[in-house]
Structure formats: structure tokens, C-alpha cells
């Protein structure tokens, strides 16, 4: 039975192996899946990082919560010609942000630290430990508060500083937006569509969004949802996307 689907974009980076589940629901259902990210980051410019007046020197300790705070901090540091300690301490939201670091420095456990949990909201509590500590958190312009807050209630010292933006990730002129399906990761995504094809029209095109600020970014841009995750039923943008088009399969649609 034709789906009436046979076009999927899901707007995040193709994946590194063939393992990606995303591969087997193509296959099960017939369907192309494309991956073409609506957004992308990129690291400040040098001009723009002087402008926060920040001396990276000036603390004892970095906080990464990502790794591609990693990379954009690490690259920041060699076009300004930092160099950085071998006594300076990192924090880590989890292991294996941790590992990550090996790309840049000689890894040592005595002063690499990270939560069991790998969770944001545990990153407090090694913190805490050392609460000697000047922390630096490099972040993106688009980040959370949540980090920031306990910082803030347990008195540590620290100072962000934006070495990375999240900007739209144009399509080029003429190209195409011909798909069935549109999967959504973040609200950066649905304005970089609004932003591309400014005359968008959903018509019976299906739009998924992951996250509650996601699912309201669709709603704010006037948009119909038809697939949203995670619910009870769906932990993830795969679940719900499969559990859909199941449910195009037998008819329920």
C-alpha cells in the first residue's frame, strides 16, 4: 500500500555509520530519507571574541557541555595564540565529552571530571568540589540557563564567553524544497525554513519536531504538527516518525 509518502527530510547531519535506524525505516516503508541540516554553527570571529573582553588565562578551569564547545574553544585558543596549562582543569557534562578532549590535550584523569550521570543538571556537583575554581563555560549564542542558575546558587566563579553561533544553513538559490516530510530538531531549524522560503506553504506537507521549545516554534510560525516526540509512546524523533507512518500503513491516517 503506497503511503502517499515517499520523501522524508530529517534536518541533522547524515550520519557517520550505516547503523542509523533512520536506514531501516527507508527500507521497511520504501521512503527516502535525505539529511540536509536547516542549521549549522559556526565559531566567532576573532574581532568578535576580543569584543567580550574575556582572558581565557584569567581561570583555572573550563566547563564543556558540548563537543563542539571543544572544538570552537581549542580553535579560538590557537588563532589567538593561548596557550593553555597543563594545570588547567576541565568539567565535562559527561564521559564522553570527556574522551573528546583527547582530540586536543594529553588526557589525564587527575584533572578531567564529569558526572556518572552525563546528565547537565549533575555537572554541579564536581563543580562544587572545587569551588576554588575561576570556571570559563564557552558557549553558543543560542544556549540554556540551567548550568548558569546553579552557579549562580552555589557562588562559583565563572564567565561565559560565545565562541560559536548557530545560523541558518541556506539553501541554495532555486533549490528545491520537495519533500513529503520535515523533521525538526530545534527552533533554530523552523526559523532557518521561514528564513529560506519566506512564501512556505504546508499545505499536506507533514512537519515532526523533538523538544517542547521545538513543537512550539511550529506552532508560533503558524504551522500545522503532526508528529511530535518524545511522548509516552515515542522516546524518540525515530519512534514517533515510524509509529506515523505505521499508522499511514494500516489506514489510520
Given amino acids: 500500500m503506497?503511503?502517499?509518502?515517499?520523501?522524508?527530510l530529517v534536518s541533522?547531519?547524515?550520519p557517520t555509520t550505516e547503523k542509523s535506524p533512520y536506514f531501516d525505516i527507508a527500507e521497511k516503508y520504501g521512503v527516502q530519507i535525505v539529511f540536509r541540516p536547516f542549521i549549522k554553527v559556526e565559531?566567532?570571529?576573532?574581532?568578535d571574541f576580543r569584543a567580550q573582553r574575556v582572558n581565557i588565562l584569567d581561570h583555572s578551569?573550563?566547563?564543556f557541555t558540548a563537543k563542539t564547545a571543544i572544538d570552537h574553544f581549542f580553535k579560538i585558543c590557537e588563532e589567538m595564540r593561548v596557550t593553555i596549562p597543563e594545570d588547567m582543569k576541565y568539567f565535562c557534562v559527561s564521559e564522553s565529552v570527556a574522551v573528546y578532549l583527547q582530540k586536543y590535550i594529553i588526557y589525564r584523569k587527575r584533572k578531567?571530571?564529569?558526572?556518572?550521570s552525563g546528565k547537565i543538571e549533575d555537572l554541579i556537583t564536581p563543580i562544587r568540589k572545587?569551588?576554588?575554581e575561576s570556571y570559563l563555560v564557552p558557549v553558543s549564542d543560542v544556549h540554556?540557563?540551567?548550568l548558569f542558575r546553579q552557579l549562580n546558587n552555589y557562588k562559583i566563579r565563572y564567565q561565559t564567553v560565545i565562541m560559536y553561533r548557530t545560523v541558518s544553513n541556506d539553501f541554495a538559490p532555486g533549490e528545491p524544497l520537495d519533500y513529503d516530510v520535515l523533521l525538526f530538531f530545534s527552533p533554530a531549524g523552523i526559523a532557518s525554513l521561514m528564513k529560506n522560503f519566506p512564501e512556505f506553504q504546508q499545505d499536506r506537507i507533514v512537519i515532526g519536531s523533538f523538544g517542547p521549545t521545538t513543537a512550539q516554534a511550529v506552532r508560533d510560525a503558524g504551522l500545522r504538527l503532526d508528529i511530535e516526540a518524545p511522548n509516552p509512546e515515542a522516546p524518540s524523533m525515530v519512534t514517533a516518525l515510524e509509529k506515523y507512518l505505521k499508522s499511514l500503513k494500516s489506514g489510520k491516517k
Fill in 2 to 8: 503506497s503511503l502517499g509518502i515517499k520523501k522524508i
Fill in 144 to 146: 540554556k540557563d540551567d
Fill in 61 to 63: 578551569a573550563v566547563v
Fill in 12 to 14: 541533522q547531519p547524515q
Fill in 112 to 116: 578531567i571530571f564529569y558526572p556518572a
Fill in 43 to 47: 565559531q566567532v570571529t576573532a574581532k
Fill in 130 to 132: 572545587h569551588n576554588k
